[in-house]
């Protein structure tokens, strides 16, 4: 089983900001667009944001498009999600995926390897 590793989750107010990193192996990272999922309680998992091999291609959900950025460092072999101007509808379990591709998308089956997910939960 290949995980990725999630970090930086934790809690917020609405309205504040956090930043989720993960680190993949090279063998999952290397050619491989990234993505973030995230799932409620008592919901379906659902795309979040997805980033192209390269970086040079971005794709986000409506509902957090202008308040999320998705980032990478191939160097280092990381994904960011910077999260700002949170509400307490994006209290989830965030999840990191590789996809089978190199170009974003935002069907799950598309993403070959996920990490164990990081708790994010916003007050109001």
């Known amino acids: 089983q290949v995980q990725l590793v999630e970090s930086g989750g934790g809690l917020a107010q609405a309205g504040g900001s956090l930043r989720l990193s993960c680190a993949a192996p090279?063998?999952?990272?290397?050619?491989?667009?990234m993505g973030w999922f995230r799932q409620a309680p008592g919901k379906e998992r659902e795309f979040v944001a997805s980033?192209?091999?390269?970086?040079?291609?971005?794709l986000y959900a409506d509902s957090v498009k202008g308040r999320f950025t998705i980032s990478r460092d191939n160097a280092k072999n990381l994904v960011y999600l910077q999260m700002n101007s949170l509400k307490p509808e994006d209290t989830a379990v965030y999840y990191c995926?590789?996809?089978?591709?190199?170009?974003?998308?935002?069907?799950?089956?598309?993403?070959?390897?996920w990490g164990q997910g990081t708790q994010v939960t916003v007050s109001s």
């Open positions: 995926a590789a996809s089978r591709q190199a170009v974003v998308t935002p069907t799950p089956w598309d993403y070959r390897y």
């Open positions: 090279g063998r999952t990272f290397s050619g491989s667009a």
């Open positions: 980033i192209s091999w390269s970086g040079g291609n971005t």
